[in-house]
């Protein structure tokens, strides 16, 4: 494999890379995590913030584009590494079954897992020979109401004990996002690990993977 990103799906609207193939991440906080971008095709990411067809992949998320009716809040800086990869994959042949490094994996770097088929989601966590259980990934969706055949892999993003409680119910793990530092815990959460002194990352912690896994739900708060 001679290329660091690689195009696993395409389907008209929503393109799906995977990043870290020759290259592992050095994301401070992920660690050495593959990386999964979803986002819109035919469209650069920063246009598609413009024009509000980042809502392909990132549904109604309130940190989405005005355009597309959040408040452009959002973390991820497209015209960077997503513009990055959508421009370098664009001549590549999508890969539907990538062979993958033996590495944990980040469903949504950029964009929501809900924005492609399940099947697509599987091959990327699919048993490997260093994790014959499967391998480990962290994802979340604000999609947790309408896709609830996710709640194994993905924990619900939510920002409200309301939330919390139902996506619970629902069957998820959820990842609930604090207004502020001193928000108190529901009794069935703990602080996300990076946020504490060790700063834990990712790679070390996959406490994000849905309810695969028995640990209690995350919290943190609101950057």
Known sequence: MSKNSVPIYRDGSVLATVTGMTIASKNKKTGPLLQVKFMAQNIEPHDALRSGDDGRVCFGCPLSS???????????????????????????????????????????????????????????????????????????????????????????????????????????RTYRVLPTDDTPLMDNEIMCPHTGPKQVQCADCMLCSGNKSKAKNIAVVAL
């Open 66 to 172: 005005p355009a597309n009716g959040g408040n452009g809040d959002c973390y991820v800086l497209v015209f960077q590494g997503p513009l990055a990869v959508y421009r370098a994959v664009q001549d590549m042949p999508t890969e539907t079954d990538p062979v993958l490094p033996d590495r944990g994996i980040r469903l949504g770097e950029y964009g929501d897992p809900a924005s492609v088929p399940r099947s697509v989601l599987d091959k990327l966590v699919a048993p490997t020979e260093k994790f014959p259980n499967g391998r480990p990934s962290c994802s979340y969706t604000h999609q947790w109401r309408e896709r609830k055949d996710l709640a194994d892999i993905c924990m619900a993003s939510v920002a409200s004990e309301a939330e919390a409680a139902q996506a619970q119910k629902d069957g998820f």
